[in-house]
């Protein structure tokens, strides 16, 4: 099985609200990704969590705030976001160094 | 520092003719080379790899690629194009270093008509 779930599909928030995005793997990886993709772009890499640690944060504002409970999850709390932050959210998973990530279908977040 | 360079920002063809997707990297290792599909508001799906054994790769749904050392690419071609295969694809490269960062090229859009 080489799928990764992500919940929920789509989302909208206001710019006060809280909420969270979920990711889920149970290949057993051990590195666990998240990706920020607008329109017509390359995904950019947000966050990089390496056996349940943060081990990569590309600068991100701290509205986005990463969580990975367990080997097979990884959240992303969302918080007072801007119109900007509209965007689809995916979330990947590696064996690690040279293999190949494994994509979720994405979350797609619209901020009003 | 690694690099990924897609050379066409559109690509079109005709039902049942040849694609052909460009893609050269730039690299001082031996690098691992992928290529993605993602189809309309999907996420990303992987059609093939190149990790340093066959320099022609297979993938699935009849995309193949041939890793070409002294040209330094990596393109990506199918014989006869098909309606299903129009999509935007992303030619990327490992980073070496640990933590399996992804370098993406900005994507080639394939559009297929009847």
């Known amino acids: 099985d080489t799928e990764v779930t992500q919940t929920p599909k789509h989302l909208v928030m206001g710019m006060t609200n809280k909420k969270s995005l979920k990711c889920e793997q149970h290949?057993?990886?051990?590195?666990m990704y998240w990706y920020k993709q607008k329109a017509k772009k390359p995904p950019e890499l947000m966050f990089v969590?390496?056996?349940?640690?943060?081990?990569i944060n590309e600068s991100v504002p701290s509205r986005f705030s990463p969580e990975c409970p367990n080997s097979s999850l990884l959240n992303l709390h969302l918080h007072a976001l801007q119109p900007e932050d509209s965007a689809l959210y995916l979330c990947?998973?590696?064996?690690?160094?040279?293999?190949?990530?494994?994509f979720g279908p994405g979350t797609r977040l619209t901020v009003t | 520092a690694q690099s990924v360079t897609q050379l066409d920002s559109h690509v079109s063809v005709s039902e049942g003719t040849p694609v052909l997707l460009r893609c050269n990297y730039s690299?001082?290792?031996?690098?691992?080379l992928f290529w993605y599909v993602q189809h309309p508001n999907k996420g990303l799906q992987l059609l093939l790899k190149?990790?340093?054994?066959?320099?022609l790769v297979k993938g699935i749904n009849g995309f193949e690629a041939e890793f070409k050392k002294s040209e330094t690419s990596f393109h990506l071609t199918k014989p006869s194009a098909h309606m299903s295969d129009a999509a935007e694809y992303f030619c990327?490269?490992?980073?070496?270093?640990?933590?399996?960062?992804?370098?993406f090229g900005a994507g080639t859009r394939l559009a297929v008509h009847p």
């Open positions: 969590y390496s056996y349940e640690k943060l081990s």
């Open positions: 990327v490269v490992s980073e070496l270093g640990g933590y399996n960062k992804l370098i």
């Open positions: 190149y990790t340093s054994a066959a320099t």
């Open positions: 290949m057993g990886h051990r590195a």
């Open positions: 990947a998973s590696s064996q690690g160094e040279g293999y190949e990530q494994y």
């Open positions: 690299s001082s290792y031996s690098p691992s």
